[in-house]
């Protein structure tokens, strides 16, 4: 089984809609971070959590919000989307400490139409 | 703000090596990486060196961090069309902040 799972994989939505990208993880880690990916702007930071008391905002956080339900559980909100939040977005895990090498999801592709 | 900066395309012909470049600003940064990124997949670790080292190899991977010039490579021996991917270099510093570059997109040519 996946450590990092992501799900939908795969959704088109309309604009103003609200949509919700779950990610879990089985790895223990306490670090959880959402990004975005753009072809040739590579990853973008959005929102990123320490622990499940800890909520920070990263480079691109406008329009997007974030719950961390638990330590394996860490969802990212597009509360009114819009066509420039299409995008492929990945969920990713890290633990303290080490090399902070950082483990991700398969990906959620959203389209905004 | 801080940068890593690559080239968006590299094209090779299987059996030929692959070099992709990276560069970054972050003066502080303690580790630098190399991700592959495959069609429909997320982002795997290929390799990280410390900062303080200058040469990690690793099978066919070679990776050289130039740390004065702030200029990190990664050389892949034997390239097979299997290698063909998105490889991005990353940095993170003493905080775990972890930047991204764009991604090299490797083609590799029968």
């Known amino acids: 089984d996946a450590d990092v799972t992501q799900t939908p994989r795969n959704r088109i939505t309309k604009t103003g809609k609200r949509i919700m990208l779950e990610c879990s993880q089985t790895k223990g880690h306490d670090r959880m971070y959402w990004y975005r990916q753009d072809p040739g702007l590579g990853l973008r930071l959005i929102y990123y959590s320490f622990d499940v008391k800890d909520i920070n905002k990263g480079e691109i956080s406008d329009g997007y919000s974030v719950s961390r339900q638990a330590q394996a559980k860490f969802s990212l909100s597009l509360e009114s989307a819009i066509p420039n939040q299409t995008a492929l977005y990945f969920c990713?895990?890290?633990?303290?400490?080490?090399?902070?090498?950082?483990?991700f999801g398969p990906g959620t592709r959203l389209t905004v139409l | 703000g801080e940068d890593v900066e690559q080239s968006l395309f590299l094209s090779v012909r299987e059996g030929d090596s692959s070099v992709i470049n990276c560069t970054y600003t972050d003066s502080s940064s303690t580790y630098l990486y190399w991700y592959k990124q495959e069609p429909g997949a997320g982002l795997q670790l290929l390799t990280y060196i410390f900062s303080n080292m200058d040469m990690k190899q690793d099978q066919r991977l070679t990776v050289l961090l130039n740390k004065k010039d702030k200029h990190l490579s990664l050389r892949i021996a034997d390239t097979q069309t299997g290698d063909s991917a998105i490889y991005f270099c990353a940095e993170s510093n003493s905080n775990n902040d972890m930047r991204f570059g764009a991604g090299t997109r490797l083609t590799v040519k029968p």
């Open positions: 990713a895990t890290s633990d303290w400490g080490g090399s902070g090498e950082q483990f």
